[in-house]
């Protein structure tokens, strides 16, 4: 009973991003009603987990959390705190 570590990513932890979630992961991908975008946040066996816990992210294609446009960035509990802030709005 021995726990392996889990393999190195190329993902440095220090930046933070963001994504889609993986549609893939779902049986029935619904691509065009939901482009809500989520910070990246722990990885789990699929992937990455969104910070919000609810949703795989697809990790071909993410963003600075800068890059996503406010109307985009997933409002939920978790990820909703991990957007920067932009003192000027
Ligand atoms: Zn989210």
């Not at 691509?31 to 816990?53: M, N, P």
Request: aromatic residues 6%.
């Amino acid at each position: 009973m021995s726990t392996t570590p889990p393999p190195p990513t190329d993902v440095t932890a220090e930046e933070p991003w963001a994504a889609q979630r993986d549609a893939s992961w779902y049986a029935c991908p619904n691509v065009t009603s939901d482009k809500v975008i989520h910070v990246a946040g722990q990885e789990c066996r699929e992937g990455f987990l969104s910070r919000c816990g609810r949703s795989v992210l697809n990790d071909d294609m993410t963003w600075t959390l800068d890059e996503v446009s406010d109307g985009l960035r997933c409002r939920s509990n978790g990820c909703r705190q991990a957007w920067p802030m932009d003192g000027a709005r």
